[in-house]
C-alpha cells in the first residue's frame, strides 16, 4: 500500500490508471504463476492473463461465487487453492537488467512476503466461516488500513477507546486493535460480550472514562440501554463506531438518541464497513458521507446481484472485491453477498474532500432476503428491513423473528422485550400493526423475557446477535 496523503487526493483519473497498473500487475506476475485456482481457471476458460490490461476488461473473467470458497467435506485443503504459492529458489535469484556490468540487478519475490502468518476467518453470515490466509505483508496492510480508517474517522492518540468488538479470528476485531496499537492510543480490547462481557465493559467504559467505543450496532444500543441499570454514567462518552453488524442509518440516528437520554458529552456516531474477503474495514468521515475505500488495496466493482452485470455510479448491487496488494489468499472478483443501496461514487467526497472511491448508502445482506410462500403468489421478505424497522423503535430492547411454515402459507412471528418502564402490551399492538402495514405476509408480535431473547439471539454469546431465524427446513 502505498502513501495515505497522497493516494487520498489523488485525482480520479489517476486512481484508474494506478489501478489498471496494479490490476494487471497481480494478474501476470501473480494470479497467473503462484495462484492454484487463478492459474488453472485461465487454462480452463482460454483466458491470456496479459490481455488483461485493466479495469475495463475486468468483465472477461469469472467470478468467484462464497460457494467456491466453502470447504467441502472431501477436500480439507480446498482453502489452500487460493494461497499464492511462496516463489520457487529460480525466481528468488537476482537478476540482472541492462549491458553486462553496468546492468541493473533486480531482485525475484522475497518470499517472506508469502509465508503463512496468522489464520483469520470470514463471519460466515452468507455461507459457512471460510479461512482467510494471511502473511507478514497481509497484516501489514491490515495495519495500514486501520490507521487509515482512524484518520477517516478523526480518532488519535488521546481518545481512550473501549473496543467493545467480539474477540474471534476475524479481521474486523484485530484491525480495530492494531489500529490503537499503531497510533499509540489507551484502549482496551474486551473481546466483546463473549469474553469481559456487558456489565464489566461498562464498567470500564466509566472508570477510565473512555470517549469512545467501538462495538456492533445492537450490542452498543443495548449497552446505552441498561446504563442505568447496572449504575454506570455515560458523562465521559463522546462518540460510538459501529460496525461488523447491519448499520443502517436509523441505528446510527437510534444510538445518537440514546445518547443524548444518558447525558453523554456528545453524540457522535460513526460506521465501518468490515469486508472478511477484502481483508480489511472502511470507515465513514461521517454518517451517509459512504464507505472511503483504499483503491491501492482493493478494487470495489458493483454488479447486479442476479445477472452480474456491471452497475453506474449511484446504482444499488452487490459488492465484488478484487485484491490489487495482497499475499496469502488472494481473490479476484469476489461477490460479498453484500448489498450497497447506493452503489459506488468516483466523486470527491463534499465533507472530507478525499478523493478515494466510496461505497454510498447501507450495506444490506442478501442473505437476509427471502422468497415466501404467500397465500396466492411468492413474496419476497427483506429482512434487512425489518431491522430498520425496529432500530427505529425508541420501545424495543431486544427482539427476534422467526419464519415459519403452515400449510398453505410461510407466517412471521416477531418477539420483543420491550424497554424498562414500556407498557408492553401497548408495544405489541403498535409494533404488530406498524409490520403487517410494511410485509405481505401473517404476521404475529409477542413479548418475552430479557433472559430468554438475549439467550436466543446469542447476545453475550455470537459475534453478532441473530435475530431472524428461518424454521422452515427444521
Known amino acids: 500500500m502505498q502513501a495515505w496523503n497522497k493516494i487520498s487526493r489523488m485525482p480520479a483519473p489517476a486512481i484508474k ?6 490490476l494487471h500487475k497481480m494478474i501476470t ?13 485461465f487454462k480452463e476458460k482460454n483466458i491470456d492473463p496479459a490481455g488483461i490490461k485493466g479495469v475495463d476488461d475486468l ?10 470458497l466453502v470447504i467441502p467435506e472431501d477436500d480439507p485443503l480446498h482453502p489452500k487453492k487460493y494461497v499464492l504459492e511462496v516463489p520457487s529458489e529460480e525466481e528468488q535469484k537476482p537478476k540482472k537488467k541492462g549491458f553486462a556490468l553496468f546492468g541493473k540487478k533486480e531482485t525475484g519475490p522475497d518470499p517472506s512476503d508469502y509465508r503463512f502468518f496468522s489464520l483469520y476467518f470470514t463471519a460466515g453470515r452468507t455461507a459457512k466461516p471460510v479461512p482467510i490466509e494471511y502473511t507478514h505483508y497481509d497484516l501489514e496492510n491490515l495495519k495500514e488500513a486501520g490507521l487509515r480508517t482512524f484518520d477517516i474517522l478523526e480518532i488519535d492518540r488521546d481518545g481512550t477507546l473501549i473496543n467493545g468488538f467480539t474477540f474471534a479470528p476475524n479481521a474486523y476485531f484485530w484491525q480495530m486493535f492494531y489500529s490503537t496499537i499503531g497510533i499509540g492510543s489507551t484502549a482496551l480490547q ?4 463473549k469474553v469481559l462481557g456487558m456489565e464489566k465493559i461498562l464498567k470500564a467504559m466509566d472508570s477510565m472514562e473512555a470517549p469512545i467505543l467501538a462495538a456492533a450496532p445492537g450490542y452498543s444500543r443495548f449497552a446505552l440501554q441498561t446504563l442505568e441499570h447496572f449504575g454506570f454514567s455515560a458523562e465521559n462518552l463522546e462518540r460510538i463506531v459501529i460496525g461488523i453488524d447491519y448499520s443502517p442509518m436509523e441505528a446510527v440516528e437510534s444510538i445518537k438518541k440514546l445518547m443524548e437520554s444518558v447525558g453523554a458529552k456528545d453524540s457522535k456516531v460513526q460506521r465501518i464497513y468490515f469486508n472478511s474477503e477484502a481483508k480489511s474495514g472502511w470507515a465513514e468521515c461521517a454518517p451517509d458521507y459512504g464507505y472511503h475505500t483504499n483503491p491501492d488495496h482493493i478494487l470495489i466493482e458493483i454488479v447486479d446481484p442476479e445477472s452480474g452485470e456491471s452497475l453506474g455510479e449511484g446504482e444499488k448491487g452487490e459488492v465484488v472485491v478484487t485484491h490489487l496488494d495482497a499475499r496469502g489468499t488472494v481473490l479476484l472478483r469476489c461477490k460479498t453477498g453484500d448489498i450497497a443501496t447506493g452503489g459506488l461514487t468516483t466523486e470527491p467526497c463534499p465533507n472530507c474532500k478525499r478523493t478515494v472511491p466510496r461505497i454510498m448508502g447501507d450495506i444490506e445482506r442478501k442473505s437476509m432476503i427471502y422468497d415466501l410462500q404467500g397465500k396466492d403468489k411468492t413474496v419476497q421478505f427483506n429482512g434487512n428491513h425489518l431491522r430498520k424497522k425496529m432500530f427505529a423503535r425508541e420501545d424495543v430492547l431486544l427482539w427476534y423473528a422467526e419464519i415459519n411454515r403452515s400449510d398453505s402459507q410461510d407466517t412471521l412471528k416477531v418477539v420483543v422485550k420491550g ?20 410485509f405481505e405476509m401473517p404476521l404475529k408480535v409477542e413479548g418475552s423475557t430479557l433472559d430468554a431473547v438475549a439467550n436466543k439471539i446469542g447476545l453475550e454469546k455470537y459475534i453478532t446477535e441473530q435475530v ?3 424454521n422452515r427446513n427444521s
Not at 506476475?29 to 488453472?40: D, G, K, M, S
Not at 468483465?59 to 467456491?68: A, C, I, Q
Not at 474486551?190 to 460480550?193: E, H, I, K, L, Q
Open 17 to 22: 490508471k494506478m489501478q489498471d497498473e496494479l
Open 29 to 41: 506476475e501473480e494470479l497467473a504463476v503462484r495462484h492454484p485456482y487463478y492459474r488453472e481457471l
Open 59 to 68: 468483465n472477461k473473467l469469472p467470478f468467484t461465487e462464497k460457494k467456491d
Open 190 to 193: 474486551t473481546g466483546g460480550g
Open 419 to 438: 424497554v424498562s418502564g414500556a407498557d408492553e402490551e401497548a408495544l405489541y399492538k403498535s409494533l404488530q400493526e406498524e409490520l403487517k402495514a410494511d
Open 468 to 470: 431472524i431465524f428461518d
